[in-house]
């Protein structure tokens, strides 16, 4: 049977408050010595923990000794997966007490991340915490300062910073090259049920292999509900849905690209058409976000369909768009004036003399320009590291030397909030605006 234990989100704080007055007294030192090996332990060891542990094995310095998680199967596969050298269990304070572990990787359901990270970063562990980092937009803030106080290398698992497309596109757009952007137009699509989150569920699954408790944690109590255990993406109880789970990803790139941080201003409406027997969050929404900095971005996305765009982004300037989907596409801008329809209306003289204007004819009409050749599209496509490489190797490096992340605790606090902010404006009905302390409806 597995071990059961019920903890509340208040027993939890009084606890782990224990544990880590516990733990301080003995405090590690911040960063390990480069040459030391980096332990590791999961907390959650779902479907993308097992990435994750993939993923980790290419950094030979790394080791993964502790995995826990509230279902056997996903245990047991770990210790395949690790050759046997993880210590398995269902507590993961088990493993913040751990002196012989440097970091985690958090990759528990959403609703769990805040005590999760904020738990371990107070435990003295550095921590790559699975987006979205939060669950609710305010609990950024505890993260972001349980991150400052103790000096710890936080990575947040959207890898798109680190990907050399996105970085390219951040060069072209602060050298300009795109002129003035005030318009991104991006969107997520997809049209089967495992895109929509109905995933297998393990034929073992039981009150027996599931510790249904420790994974409601402080989320409404319920009996025993495999749907929910296995295909928590598709409640609000653990989840925000499509805000949290897809925009994130954009959001997070935007924000980069940009250089921004949580838009004053969203708009969104969402619906739930298709699959209504397997969730209470939308499957289709319309968001229009507005940051202060210029722009505005429209996010949509939709599991009913993905014949026409399944997904892509267009970052659009006075000088030029960039495309996202199958590589970076830069396309200039050439655009004519055009007024001829308009000056067809005045007397003829003034018309003629109009367009004899040299300068109009330039503006407006291409064929009178001595023959150029003006700048073309532009095709890049990704060679080399994947991204998710890179992002984890950073995240490496900043335990290692204290170097900085692409996506620290603020910055995924920043890609959250655009989400939260999403599902705040479509559940009440009204435009949100975010003053740092709370949401406001207008
Ligand atoms: N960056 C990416 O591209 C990416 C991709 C997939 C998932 N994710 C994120 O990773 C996280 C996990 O997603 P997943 O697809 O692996 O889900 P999953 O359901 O496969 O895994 C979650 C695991 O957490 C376990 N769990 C639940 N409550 C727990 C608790 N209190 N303590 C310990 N373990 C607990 C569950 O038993 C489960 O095995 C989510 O936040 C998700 O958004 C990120």
Redo the contacts with the bound molecule.
Sequence with gaps: MAQRFLVSRRDFMRSSAIGTAGLAMGARPSFVAPSDRITIGM???????H?LVESLKAFPEVEVVAA????TG?LERIRDRTDGRADTM???REIISRDDIDAVVI????H??YQ?SVDSLNAGKHAYI???MTYSIEEGAGIIEAQRRNNLAVQV???GPNGILVQKARQMIQEGKLGQVTMIRASTNRNTASGAWI?PIPPDASPET?DWD??L?SAPKRPYNPER??R??CYKDYSGGLS??LYV?TCTTINYVMNAQIPERVMAMGDLYRWIHSRDVPDTINASLKYSDGFMVNLSGTFNNQGGNSGGMRILGTEGSLVFGGGLRFIPERVNESNGWITASWPKALADAYIADPAIRHEEMPSSRPQSTIAGEEVYHAEGEDSMHVHIREWLDAIRDGSATKEDAEVGHHAAACAHMINASIEMEKMVTWDGQSLTAN
Excluded: N, Q
């Design positions: 907390i959650g060891s779902g479907a993308r923990a990435g826990c998680d509230a279902y996903r269902a507590d993961y990759s528990s359901p959403d769990w991340h999760h699975e987006k979205p698992g959207s890898p995933y599931v420790l994974f944690g255990f296995f928590w993406r949290t789970d990803h």
